[in-house]
Structure formats: structure tokens, C-alpha cells
T-cell receptor, first 115, second 115 residues
Framework: ETGVTQTPRHLVMGMTNKKSLKCEQH?????MYWYKQSAKKPLELMFV???????ENNSVPSRFSPECPNSSHLFLHLHTLQPEDSALYLC??????????????FGDGTRLSIL | AQTVTQSQPEMSVQEAETVTLSCTYD???????LFWYKQPPSRQMILVIR??????QNATENRFSVNFQKAAKSFSLKISDSQLGDTAMYFC????????????FGQGTRLTINP
């Protein structure tokens, strides 16, 4: 049990579908992150939230829309995705974005496949 | 921008042997953190070890130790007395001390421990 839970574990969707990925952390952290892990590529940071406020958006296409309703929950809304968006999407949390000495704790990820 | 390079896509050793995974990075920062993360087939990213750049002493966590060469921008991971449970993808990562927590990852090394 990592303290960071992601659902669903697997998701298959068509390019015209709309779906959402969910992340919940039970660690009392203030910062949450979305990463994309594609085959044979380094993990890419997508979004960073601090106390429900987005503090980083790494040039992610608008077909990915994050939402952070509170410091424990983070969503990634998906619509009109492309085949190259197929990847493992990892959520992470940390105590505070300002404290680099505090490690990030990761969830198990959602394996997303776009048909 | 920071970059992290892991030049060994795959490695394989026998159980109980010692193995060293290499990592180099590029940055103009003087103070930063370096990490090794482990990702087993369960997909959860687990922090293995962390090094603070301003500390000359190499970090050690049980069977895991690093060889940090700041001038050479090298950060290798040594696993002693390797175990079957060490089989996983290993990622080297960099983080600046200032600013929001942004982990920059290498491409990963797939390590297999054979019985």
C-alpha cells in the first residue's frame, strides 16, 4: 500500500470517447502530479498541483484536462485522444512543492490504450 | 534544461552478484537532488535512494549505494548481494532544489536478476 491510489488500473477507449483518470492520496500531502510514461521514453511530467492550484503545465495538449478539487484528489479528463497518447499515466504526491528534500510517492498507474 | 541519460537499456546478473547501473546528467545548477527509483512489474515507482549534491558522502541504503561524482556529473547505483526481488526497471532522476518539485527522469535500465 503506497498511500496513492489510481483508478482504473487499465483503460481502453476510442479516439472519440471521453473518460477520466482518478488519483487519491491518503498521505496528507499538499502537492500532486501527473506523469506520462511511454514505451522507450523517459517519464514526462505533465501537471503539478499545489493545494488545488495548478503550478506547472508542461505544454500538454488541451485534450488532457486536469482537475484538483481538493488536496487529496486529482483527476485527468481525457477527450479526443490520439493513438500516441497510449501510455502508462502515473500520479504522485509529495508533502509540499517547495520542499525538494521530500520524496514523491507514486501510484500504480493507469495503463491507457487508445484504439 | 536538465537532462538525464542512462546508457544501459538492459542488464542481467546472477543472484547474489553485485551490479552497477550507470547514470549521467547535465545541469548548470550547483545544488540539486539525485534519485534512483525502482519500478517492478507491479508498476509502482519506489524510491530506492537519494543523494544531495552538496553532500560529498555517497548515500547508502542497506544493499544499495551510489557513486556520486559531481564534477563528472555521474550518479551510478550499486546493488550488492542482488536478490530476485530486485528485478525491475530502474530510473535515475534529477531535481533542482529551487522551484516546484520537477523530477527529470532518464530512460531507465531494465535489470533482471537470474536464479
Amino acid at each position: 500500500e503506497t498511500g496513492v491510489t489510481q483508478t482504473p488500473r487499465h483503460l481502453v477507449m476510442g479516439m472519440t470517447n471521453k473518460k477520466s483518470l482518478k488519483c487519491e492520496q491518503h498521505l496528507g500531502h499538499n502537492a500532486m502530479y501527473w506523469y506520462k510514461q511511454s514505451a522507450k521514453k523517459p517519464l514526462e511530467l505533465m501537471f503539478v498541483y499545489s493545494l488545488e492550484e495548478r503550478v506547472e503545465n508542461n505544454s500538454v495538449p488541451s485534450r488532457f484536462s486536469p482537475e484538483c478539487p481538493n488536496s487529496s484528489h486529482l483527476f485527468l479528463h481525457l477527450h479526443t485522444l490520439q493513438p500516441e497518447d497510449s501510455a502508462l499515466y502515473l500520479c504522485a504526491s509529495s508533502q509540499d512543492v517547495r520542499y525538494s528534500n521530500q520524496p514523491q510517492h507514486f501510484g500504480d498507474g493507469t495503463r491507457l490504450s487508445i484504439l | 534544461a536538465q537532462t538525464v541519460t542512462q546508457s544501459q537499456p538492459e542488464m542481467s546478473v546472477q543472484e547474489a552478484e553485485t551490479v552497477t547501473l550507470s547514470c549521467t546528467y547535465d545541469t548548470s545548477e550547483n545544488n540539486y537532488y539525485l534519485f534512483w527509483y525502482k519500478q517492478p512489474p507491479s508498476r509502482q515507482m519506489i524510491l530506492v535512494i537519494r543523494q544531495e549534491a552538496y553532500k560529498q558522502q555517497n548515500a547508502t541504503e542497506n544493499r544499495f549505494s551510489v557513486n556520486f561524482q559531481k564534477a563528472a556529473k555521474s550518479f551510478s547505483l550499486k546493488i550488492s548481494d542482488s536478490q530476485l526481488g530486485d528485478t525491475a526497471m530502474y530510473f535515475c532522476a534529477f531535481m533542482k532544489i529551487q522551484g516546484a518539485q520537477k523530477l527529470v527522469f532518464g530512460q531507465g535500465t531494465r535489470l533482471t536478476i537470474n536464479p
